[in-house]
């Protein structure tokens, strides 16, 4: 019987650890994002990368879901992506967001959005948690993803 017990621990150890990992990304746009700034943070350190965090409203904002479909997804873009980390902070109307997370969103927003609207990009420099700048809106009329590859050369530039 304690040999049960004990099996029945440990699978529910790892089954919580599994959960847990799954929550920390979401994929989003054909990216791979991280829901949690400080782990990024941790990573973009460790690994020498900028962050780019994304504040959006992906279900509800017609730019954001254009930026998600059109840019995000872009083989060039994603190319520059290879060479940051992703942070995603979305405000979403319908959808429910798991426990936690609206609020870290909000700090995020707090912190590094200011009075910016919806989507905007945000280049961070991990090591002194500075912008290094940022991109508003996307204008989903002209398709031209150009000023966004521009603003992710930019803020890898800045941090090699």
């Not at 990304?25 to 990368?49: F, M, N, R, S, V």
Request: overall charge positive.
């Amino acid at each position: 019987m304690n040999k049960r017990k004990w099996l029945l621990a440990l699978v529910m150890i790892y089954a919580g650890q599994f959960f847990v990992n799954a929550q920390q990304t979401k994929e989003y746009g054909g990216l791979t994002w991280y829901l949690d700034y400080e782990q990024a943070k941790k990573i973009a350190i460790k690994e020498h990368k900028p962050i780019i965090i994304l504040f959006t409203g992906s279900d509800w904002c017609p730019p954001c879901m254009a930026l998600k479909k059109e840019v995000l997804p872009n083989p060039e873009f994603k190319k520059y992506a290879k060479d940051v980390i992703l942070v995603l902070a979305d405000f979403p109307r319908r959808t429910r967001l798991a426990p936690g997370q609206q609020q870290k969103n909000r700090a995020l927003a707090a912190k590094f959005l200011g009075r910016s609207g919806l989507p905007t990009m945000v280049g961070v420099d991990p090591r002194t948690d500075s912008i290094i700048s940022h991109i508003t809106g996307y204008n989903f009329y002209s398709h031209n993803i150009g000023p966004h590859i521009q603003f992710i050369q930019k803020v890898i530039k800045a941090v090699k």
